[in-house]
């Protein structure tokens, strides 16, 4: 079955950088665009990116644009997400979705998230 | 800057019927916002409930439904029942070879 596992979050000084991957199971993983999104604690649901299935394309939220970048390895069924120059505001939970197929529009498959906490 | 606004809570009765709408500050939804809507209990991932406006998810149950109503996307529960009581997300595509996607801020569903 399909599966998502987020990993690489944990406490991290303001400042530093950071990488996230999202490990794929259970499906052919270079046939589905791939987004993250984040939720701040208590707080709502983020989209931030999406890479296409070759990850040749990428596009950004406007409030993360240069601030995050996201990319993926085929040949690794694996998703990435590079945080640089942490802000306190950055502290989230942090989830990968599956796309719909090639398309950038909406998502199916969920992961369980990797928190995230910038903390001094 | 576009926003996409949702109601912040709605309540219903068990059995009842509750529609939870999806608007843009500016414009109107139409389909080519394939607009797809989440569900979100406390300390889960979200779960898919419905994409490109009104097709639902494998697995949800048909009581979720979902449609455009005048010029906001809308999911309706329909017999709600107690475990519907939690977060709903809508999520619109702005488009135009843009690649972006935008939360709306989420509607808290309570049943009772």
């Known amino acids: 079955q399909v599966q998502l596992v987020e990993s690489g979050g944990g406490v991290v000084q303001p400042g530093k950088s950071l990488r996230l991957s999202c490990t794929a199971t259970?499906?052919?993983?270079?046939?589905?665009?791939m987004h993250w999104v984040r939720q701040p604690p208590g707080k709502g649901l983020e989209w931030l990116a999406v890479v296409s299935v070759t990850g040749q394309n990428d596009f950004y939220a406007d409030s993360v644009k240069g601030h995050l970048t996201i990319s993926r390895d085929n040949s690794k069924n694996t998703l990435f997400l590079q945080i640089n120059s942490l802000r306190y505001e950055d502290t989230a939970l942090y989830y990968c979705?599956?796309?719909?197929?090639?398309?950038?529009?909406?998502?199916?498959?969920w992961g369980q998230g990797s928190l995230v906490t910038v903390s001094s | 800057q576009t926003v996409v606004t949702q109601e912040s809570s709605l309540s219903v009765s068990p059995g009842g019927t509750v529609t939870l709408t999806c608007g843009l500050t500016s414009g109107s939804v139409t389909t080519d916002n394939y607009p797809s809507w989440y569900q979100q209990t406390p300390g889960q991932a979200p779960r898919t409930l419905i994409f490109s406006t009104k097709f639902r998810s494998s697995g949800v149950p048909d009581r979720f439904s979902g449609s455009i109503l005048g010029n906001k996307a809308a999911l309706t529960i329909t017999g709600a029942r107690t475990e519907d009581d939690c977060d709903y997300y809508c999520v619109l595509y702005l488009g135009s070879g843009s690649g972006i996607s935008v939360f709306g801020p989420g509607t808290k569903v309570t049943v009772l």
């Open positions: 979705a599956r796309g719909r197929g090639y398309s950038y529009v909406g998502f199916d498959f």
């Open positions: 259970g499906f052919t993983f270079s046939d589905f665009a």
